[in-house]
């Protein structure tokens, strides 16, 4: 007997030529998909903040003293740095900084004791990813009062005879990616994701759940349309309303927040893409999950809730709890994040932006396949 | 001998819950048969055809349709089973001619735009074809849905109340219809409350609490439960009503104005009384056959009193 497994374009086709019909005649959505983008841009784009602690950073040491060890014991008792990694050279330090290891790098001069000792004003510099200017500028501001909180408390023995005076070093700072510490430039691209993670969740969450409660989900189930072909089907829609809101955003951000754009066009839509098609997978999952309507939006919300907290749109992602930034790594928006400024302000290059871009498509596959199992064949 | 059954069910049985809706259906309906299912409003009849084409699953039992296990080779017999829902189930929000052309490309038909064509043009919405569905009437809606159901000549047709709220002249067409495509040996499940439309089926099959009652040829229905029926007739009937229901012998009545049928199974005691009752209220009695819906009638009360 004929076996009768294969997945058919046919059949595929005709679905999503189906749902791009209904989508065109649904002009409520229509409105949303333009309507939606703007509005939340502007909102959020003028109004939030963060006071972020323990960022990870990483120091470049050529001396080893009780007076460095003084300043880093201090660094760390303001609350906002956490030292993880000591690095040979400025390149190891930029290049951390460039993949997003480390929010800061530490970088202590040869011989700066000894400068110190001699009066000759020597210099630590801080170098900092001020991609989000908010997270970075109380830890600046910490680290700027270093000196003189140095020397009027904690110095003792050798060096003691330096305690009381003025200042005997300096802090100097370098911000990097974003000079002038424009909060819009962080948010905005961030921003980005979490409209896209929305409406894209949203709009798909719906799309199994509408079936069942107007009744055609009995007429789909007695054709011999396969899971797959629905679910996949039903997205392509989506996906090209993806691309037309991360259109509309990258136009309001260029043009209204005026922010830099240093990477490649074509770069950033690739990941849109791939974080479109992840947003999506979501939706139709929990379409499938679902009872009804009722129950896909509650899903879609307890969706949301996570990727806004945790995902290092609203609190920078090194500076968060351990079980949270575990979470946070399941999420596409977290990597979706990463890759959004990295092309934005860093101009980060493809291979830069692989290790935030594979975990995106596995993500979507595993969410795919749980979709395609939860998909109620009958109407039991 | 299983070879020229289209459907073959045993002992379907299904459970919404604690209630027990369809109970021990066995079915068999031969190829180029037109087979018509009654039964009252909740009876089962939606369900059990949901379990023959895979929309639902039976508690227990088992069966085939066009020789596919309906348990295990759902996905074939939905690719050769025409289904048509009880509920409008296609897309207000698309055209007629869109909804016909999804149904096509979903069965991978070839010659599409000239079978959609032709389709239109038999059920005259020709003109009409760019019209929203949602826009259509009832009737309408379910002729739509009777051609879409049909479109990609299956070998089996399972049609729930297909022709609720459709108009005579249509009926008459659609079965005229149906027996064309029987001769052609397709076969036919349909649902229906129509008795004109359950007298036009080769076989009729009547379920009442989840259970089938009796099934066979009309005739063979009709013989298997003893019924006898007399027909009174006069200007007295509804004064005579109370007095003729009560009489000995008398299992039910069913009033058409100015005649009513009255059913038993002691055929002459049944006699006896109507003739007393005749002559106090001045009425006519004669002998009449005994129709599929005095006998349907007659199958429910008997369920009801279980
Ligand atoms: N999904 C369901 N969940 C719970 N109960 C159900 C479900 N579908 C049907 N029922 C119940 O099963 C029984 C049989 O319903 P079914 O629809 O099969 O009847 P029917 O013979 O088609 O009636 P009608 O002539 O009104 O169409 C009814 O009591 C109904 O309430
Ligand atoms: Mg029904």
Request: hydrophobic share 55%; glycine share 6%.
């Given at each position: 007997m004929k076996r009768f497994t294969g997945f058919s374009f046919s059949r595929w086709w005709s679905i999503v030529i189906k749902e791009f019909l209904q989508l065109k005649r649904?002009?409520?959505?229509?409105?949303?998909?333009?309507?939606?983008?703007?509005?939340?841009l502007v909102l959020f784009g003028y109004v939030i903040n963060t006071d972020p602690k323990n960022m990870p950073t990483a120091i470049i040491s050529n001396d080893s003293s009780v007076m460095t060890r003084t300043i880093i014991s201090a660094m760390e008792q303001s609350g906002y740095f956490k030292f993880v990694a000591n690095l040979p050279n400025e390149e190891a330090g930029k290049a951390a900084l460039s993949r997003g290891k480390v929010l800061f790098v530490v970088n202590i001069p040869t011989n700066f004791t000894k400068r110190v000792i001699r009066g000759e004003y020597p210099s630590i510099l801080v170098e900092a990813d001020a991609t989000d200017p908010t997270a970075t500028a109380m830890a600046l501001a910490a680290v700027m009062q270093l000196p003189s909180s140095v020397v009027t408390r904690d110095l003792t023995g050798s060096l003691a005879f330096l305690a009381g005076k003025s200042a005997p070093f300096e802090v100097r700072v370098h911000r990097l990616y974003n000079p002038e510490a424009i909060n819009q430039y962080n948010i905005v691209p961030g921003l980005m994701g979490v409209i896209l993670t929305m409406m894209m969740v949203l709009m798909t969450g719906l799309a199994i759940t509408r079936e069942r409660e107007r009744g055609t989900m009995e007429n789909l189930l007695a054709m011999p349309v396969r899971p797959l072909e629905i679910m996949t089907g039903k997205i392509v829609p989506y996906i090209a309303i993806g691309l037309i809101q991360a259109t509309i955003i990258l136009l309001v951000a260029l043009l209204l927040f005026r922010l830099p754009f240093f990477g490649n066009i074509l770069l950033l839509y690739f990941v849109v893409l791939l974080f479109v098609a992840a947003n999506l997978t979501v939706g139709i999952m929990l379409s499938s999950i679902a009872g009804n309507q009722l129950q896909a939006m509650q899903l879609t919300m307890f969706y949301f809730l996570p990727n806004i907290l945790i995902s290092g749109f609203m609190f920078p992602f090194l500076g968060m709890p351990k079980w949270a930034q575990y979470i946070g790594s399941i999420l596409p928006l977290t990597y979706f994040n990463r890759l959004v400024r990295g092309i934005f302000l860093k101009g980060s290059s493809f291979s830069d932006l692989w290790p935030n871009i594979w975990p995106m498509m596995v993500f979507t596959a595993i969410v795919m396949t749980i979709a395609v199992k939860f998909y109620k064949k009958t109407l039991d | 001998m299983s070879d020229d059954l289209a459907i073959n069910v045993i002992n379907l049985n299904k459970f919404f819950g604690p209630k027990h809706v369809v109970k021990d259906v066995s079915l068999q309906v031969k190829k180029g048969e037109i087979y018509g299912f009654l039964g009252p409003n909740g009876s089962g009849k939606t369900t059990?055809?949901?379990?023959?084409?895979?929309?639902?699953?039976?508690?227990s039992g088992s069966g085939t349709c066009l020789g596919y296990d309906i348990l295990k080779e759902s996905a074939e017999i939905k690719r050769h089973v025409g289904y048509m829902t009880q509920k409008f189930s296609y897309w207000d929000d698309l055209t007629i001619r869109e909804n016909l052309d999804f149904v096509a490309r979903m069965y991978s038909m070839l010659g599409r735009s000239q079978i959609i064509n032709e389709t239109l043009e038999t059920l005259g919405l020709s003109d009409r074809a760019n019209q929203l569905t949602g826009s259509l009437s009832g009737g309408w809606k379910q002729r739509l849905a009777l051609a879409a159901s049909m479109l990609h000549k299956p070998d089996l047709l399972l049609l729930d109340e297909p022709t609720a709220g459709v108009d005579p002249s249509a009926r008459r067409d659609f079965w005229e219809e149906l027996h064309r495509l029987a001769a052609k040996g397709i076969s036919v499940l349909v649902s229906t409350h129509y008795m004109d439309e359950a007298e036009r089926c080769h076989k009729v099959a009547y379920i009442a609490y989840g259970k089938l009652l009796a099934q066979g040829a009309a005739d063979e229905v009709i013989a298997s439960q003893g019924l006898s029926t007399f027909i009174l007739k006069g200007t007295n009937l509804s004064k005579a009503m109370e007095r003729i229901e009560s009489a000995p012998?008398?299992?039910?009545?069913?009033?058409?104005g100015t005649m009513m049928h009255v059913s038993g199974l002691d055929k002459d005691l049944l006699r006896q009384s109507l003739q007393a009752a005749a002559s106090e209220y001045g009425l006519e009695v004669e002998e009449a056959d005994t129709g599929l819906e005095d006998i349907f009638i007659h199958l429910m009360k008997q369920a009801d009193s279980n």
């Open positions: 649904d002009r409520i959505t229509f409105a949303m998909i333009v309507a939606i983008p703007v509005l939340q | 059990t055809i949901r379990m023959m084409c895979g929309l639902l699953t039976p508690d012998g008398v299992q039910q009545t069913v009033l058409f």
